[in-house]
T-cell receptor
Framework: NAGVMQNPRHLVRRRGQEARLRCSPM?????VYWYRQLPEEGLKFMVY????????ESGMPKERFSAEFPKEGPSILRIQQVVRGDSAAYFC????????????FGPGTRLTVL | TQLLEQSPQFLSIQEGENLTVYCNSS?????LQWYRQEPGEGPVLLVT?????EVKKLKRLTFQFGDARKDSSLHITAAQPGDTGLYLC?????????????FGKGTLLTVNP
């Protein structure tokens, strides 16, 4: 049973470009969470999604950031017009249910904005 | 806003020594989780503690949840180089948004052979 998959593992973008980060949850998991880890900071919750639904996006910046988890395919975290401050490690986690269930993390995508 | 403070931030010890790292908050959590993260990888769950005063053992690792469910500790006995890594605690909030884990900044442990 494969774990949470994220790709790409490393992504380099120039300021103003778009970044697309993909996350495939563990088999049988229908809940996905995205976290961001800035240098010298702890992981911060960004968004919680179920298939075709955004449940809680309270941790996601209101502008330039969006997330989706379609019926088919991976969850996508999209960052438009990236800025240097977006450079961070972005982690996806999944769980089979929502409340009070352990989350399993992927290896992360390291985004570098030049 | 719930915050988790971890101490020490950095810890470098020799193989065979014992150590304790701490995770403290002024907030109550319904549960606390401990993760280990290696460079370039995601956090890997070690244990979840749920009940105030609970103690869980995982081989040489002992985890304790404070009676008031505001703090936790991780004790490692006879540390080995393979224990090297970033140890993170994460709190699960009470109520309807307990999926929103709050992470501490971590303790970076280095065990020297």
């Amino acid at each position: 049973n494969a774990g949470v998959m994220q790709n790409p593992r490393h992504l380099v973008r120039r300021r103003g470009q778009e970044a697309r980060l993909r996350c495939s949850p563990m088999k049988g998991h229908s809940h996905v969470y995205w976290y961001r880890q800035l240098p010298e900071e702890g992981l911060k919750f960004m968004v919680y999604l179920q298939k075709e639904n955004i449940i809680d996006e309270s941790g996601m910046p209101k502008e330039r950031f969006s997330a989706e988890f379609p019926k088919e395919g991976p969850s996508i975290l999209r960052i438009q017009q990236v800025v240097r401050g977006d450079s961070a490690a972005y982690f996806c986690a999944s769980s089979p249910e929502g409340l009070g269930v352990e989350q399993f993390f992927g290896p992360g995508t390291r985004l570098t904005v030049l | 806003t719930q915050l988790l403070e971890q101490s020490p931030q950095f810890l470098s010890i020799q193989e065979g020594e014992n150590l304790t790292v701490y995770c403290n908050s002024s907030s109550v959590f319904s549960s606390l989780q401990w993760y280990r993260q290696e460079p370039g990888e995601g956090p890997v769950l070690l244990v979840t503690v749920v009940t105030g005063g609970e103690v869980k053992k995982l081989k040489r690792l002992t985890f304790q949840f404070g009676d008031a469910r505001k703090d936790s500790s991780l004790h490692i006995t006879a540390a080995q180089p393979g224990d090297t890594g970033l140890y993170l605690c994460a709190g699960e909030a009470s109520g309807g948004s307990n999926y929103k884990l709050t992470f501490g900044k971590g303790t970076l442990l280095t065990v020297n052979p």
